[in-house]
C-alpha cells in the first residue's frame, strides 16, 4: 500500500524528498557510470514488469491491502541497488499521476519504503552471504 497524499505532514515529505534526491543524484552517478545503452531496454522491461506487479494489490484483514514490489530483482540483475531507486521512481511518479495509487508529496517517502524494503535488503543480505557475487558475474544483455 502505498502512503496517500496528506497522509504525512508536509515538513516530513521535504525531508523524505531531500532523500530521494540525494539517491536519485547516486544513482544517476552509477547509470551514467555502469549503465551502458545495450542494458537500457532491460532497465525499462523490468520497470513495466514492475509497474504490473505492483498494480496488482492483494487484500491482506483489517482493511488494507499489499503487493508485491520487486526491488531485489532489478538490484539482483544489475547487481546494484542504485538501478531500483531509478526504477522505483520512475513507476511510483507513473502512477501516482495517472492512477492515484500513492500521492506526489509522499514520492520520497514511498521510493526509500519499497527501496529500504527491498533492494536494500538485497544489498546488505548479499554483502553477508556465504557465497560471494562479484560485481562483473551481473547478468547483462549481452549483444
Known amino acids: 500500500m502505498h502512503i496517500p497524499d496528506g497522509f504525512i505532514p508536509l515538513w516530513q515529505c521535504a525531508i523524505y524528498f531531500v532523500i530521494l534526491a540525494v539517491a536519485l543524484i547516486i544513482s544517476l552517478r552509477w547509470a551514467r557510470r555502469d549503465l551502458d545503452e545495450k542494458r537500457v531496454p532491460l532497465l525499462a522491461v523490468l ?11 492483494v487484500p491482506i484483514p483489517w482493511g488494507t491491502s499489499g503487493h ?18 531509478i526504477v522505483f521512481t520512475l513507476v511510483l511518479i507513473v502512477q501516482g499521476l495517472f492512477f ?23 544489498s546488505i543480505s548479499s554483502s ?3 557465497i560471494p557475487i562479484p560485481r562483473s558475474s551481473a547478468m547483462s544483455l549481452r549483444v
Not at 508485491?68 to 531507486?85: D, T
Not at 492515484?100 to 519499497?114: E, I
Open 100 to 122: 492515484g495509487d500513492g500521492g506526489l508529496t509522499a514520492l520520497g517517502a514511498n521510493v526509500l519504503n519499497m527501496y529500504s524494503s527491498t533492494s536494500l535488503l538485497f
Open 68 to 85: 508485491m514490489v520487486g526491488g531485489a530483482l532489478v538490484a539482483l540483475i544489475f547487481m546494484a541497488p542504485e538501478a531500483a531507486v
Open 47 to 57: 520497470a513495466a514488469g514492475i509497474f504490473a506487479i505492483m498494480s496488482m494489490n
Open 128 to 130: 553477508i552471504s556465504v
